[in-house]
């Protein structure tokens, strides 16, 4: 009965199934010693949940905070790494990792940061890199012309613009004559939609507050220990003491140095990431329509 059984083709497709399925276990049989429903416990894996629950990784400090636990509280620290795991084990177990973009998005934040690891692989930079790095790039650490002043303003809003104007050019006089400081500017004329003083301020901003033609007239005065004007701008007209402006200009290299090592580092950095993702890229056929 038997051997009749062995003749028939679908006894003899079963034996062989069978045959190189035991075979394949035991070929693989370490890979078949991991049990999904065995958690392990030990010190390294306590180090690394007690390191990512405080979102710090100094294992220094992590040996020596296990060592003082008390045996409750490393009791309780088990049983938060083992509540964590079976769930992470569940979860993959049930396929909820597909299609969830969330979970995509932060696999793909940690392969980019897995791609830093190669920043240790950066050549050191040198002097001449750095000159070469600035010399390409001199446009991005230009300084913008700035001033320094106050100004008394005559709004135009409710008069007309001539007699907004001879009003200023009487305050001009009063204020040259009584020598009115900086400081006292605020005593005189009308308040202003903007800034009464400014500091060290760029072209651009004072343009954005004033309008181009005021700051390009402020930027051609001499800085004169007296009041100038009237000035028109879009809102009205205006006296100004101007105390200080320097144009616009290229620092040399030595004056920005600092800056100029902290911009090469950066982009040192984002080429070497570029290039680990590149070769990762690499392993890929990509095919479209």
Do not use: C
């Not at 033609?213 to 879009?234: H, I, K, L, N, Y």
């Not at 007209?237 to 320097?246: A, F, I, R, S």
């Not at 080429?271 to 890929?284: E, G, S, T, V």
Request: proline fraction near 3%.
């Amino acid at each position: 009965m038997i051997k009749k059984l062995f003749r028939e083709p679908l006894a003899q497709f079963l034996a062989i199934a069978l045959l190189l399925f035991g075979g394949e276990r035991w070929i693989n049989a370490e890979d078949y010693a991991y049990d999904q429903y065995r958690i392990e416990v030990g010190e390294s894996e306590l180090l690394q949940f007690m390191q990512q629950r405080a979102k710090t990784f100094k294992p220094d400090q992590a040996v020596a905070a296990l060592a003082r636990l008390k045996p409750q509280d490393r009791q309780r620290l088990v049983d938060d790494y083992v509540r964590e795991e079976v769930l992470f084990r569940e979860a993959m177990a049930l396929n909820l990792d597909s299609n969830d973009p969330i979970i995509r998005r932060r696999l793909i934040q940690k392969m980019d940061y897995l791609a830093q690891g190669f920043y240790d692989q950066a050549e050191p930079l040198t002097e001449e890199d750095l000159r070469s790095y600035y010399a390409q790039n001199q446009q991005d650490y230009k300084k913008a012309a700035e001033a320094t002043f106050t100004h008394v303003f005559i709004s135009a809003q409710n008069r007309g613009g001539t007699e907004a104007q001879a009003m200023a050019a009487g305050l001009l006089k009063q204020l040259n004559t009584e020598k009115v400081p900086f400081e006292n500017a605020s005593r005189y004329g009308e308040r202003f939609l903007y800034n009464r003083n400014y500091v060290n301020r760029e072209d651009d901003e004072i343009a954005s507050h004033f309008g181009a033609s005021f700051q390009q007239q402020v930027f051609a005065f001499d800085s004169e220990q007296q009041w100038q004007g009237p000035v028109q701008s879009d809102h009205g007209w205006h006296l100004v003491l101007l105390v200080k402006n320097t144009d616009a200009y290229t620092p040399a290299f030595e004056q920005v140095s600092a800056a100029v090592l902290a911009d090469r580092q950066r982009q040192q950095q984002r080429d070497i990431k570029r290039q680990a993702i590149d070769k990762l890229i690499a392993k890929y056929q990509i095919e479209t329509e």
